[in-house]
């Protein structure tokens, strides 16, 4: 099991301070990235190296499809596939996410330039965990409750007094993330990885 806590990210922000503005992490058990992509309906499939490479045609994507598509990027870790969005949003959604979890398991967290971010832990189709991870305190889900200690130990503050602290939030979601899937994500595998990326429409409601 995973002991990762917030210090061990630390190098997000400090390595790819641009991405940590405004991004979109999703992890999935189970398809290869391609396979991911093509479930998406993803088009104008490319192959990139490393997630600085990501960020131009994500930026692109949304000028020319005025933003009715998102630009994405999946690479393989183990049994997982691990799509990155710069500016991103597809992972946060329930229309993506319940489909996806379907047999399987998911978790998200993002992120955007307004601070505004998200946490979520599918399994099944069914949104076990969600809430912002600057306000940990505040949850919902099926099982709100039932990870505190992993949610804890991971570097979150879930004390509802207004001493709590709202360090390290962000890195906090990477660790909690490594910890319900077993994925570590480095700066060296982003930085090597090969990600197959495409343009993803919008989800239906």
Request: hydrophobic residues 40%.
């Amino acid at each position: 099991m995973s002991e990762a806590t917030a210090h061990d990210y630390l190098w997000f922000g400090r390595h790819f301070p641009f991405l940590a503005e405004a991004y979109c992490v999703t992890l999935v058990r189970g398809p290869a990235p391609d396979a991911l992509l093509k479930r998406l309906g993803a088009t104008e499939l490319r192959r990139v190296t490393g997630v600085d490479d990501l960020t131009e045609p994500a930026y692109e994507a949304w000028d020319t499809h005025d933003g009715d598509r998102l630009f994405a990027g999946v690479t393989g870790v183990g049994e997982w596939a691990v799509m990155i969005e710069p500016n991103g949003y597809l992972g946060i959604s329930d229309e993506f996410l319940v489909p996806l979890s379907r047999g399987t398991t998911a978790v998200s967290h993002f992120r955007n330039v307004n601070a505004v971010d998200h946490f979520n832990w599918y399994e099944d189709g069914e949104r076990r965990l969600h809430f912002e991870p600057l306000f940990a305190h505040s949850r919902d889900g099926s099982d709100p409750d039932g990870s505190l200690d992993t949610m804890r130990a991971a570097g979150f503050d879930l004390s509802e007094d207004d001493e709590r602290s709202y360090e390290l939030h962000t890195e906090a979601a990477f660790a909690l993330a490594e910890r319900l899937t077993g994925v570590r994500l480095t700066r060296e595998l982003l930085d090597a990885s090969e990600f197959v990326c495409g343009a993803v429409p919008l989800p239906t409601p």
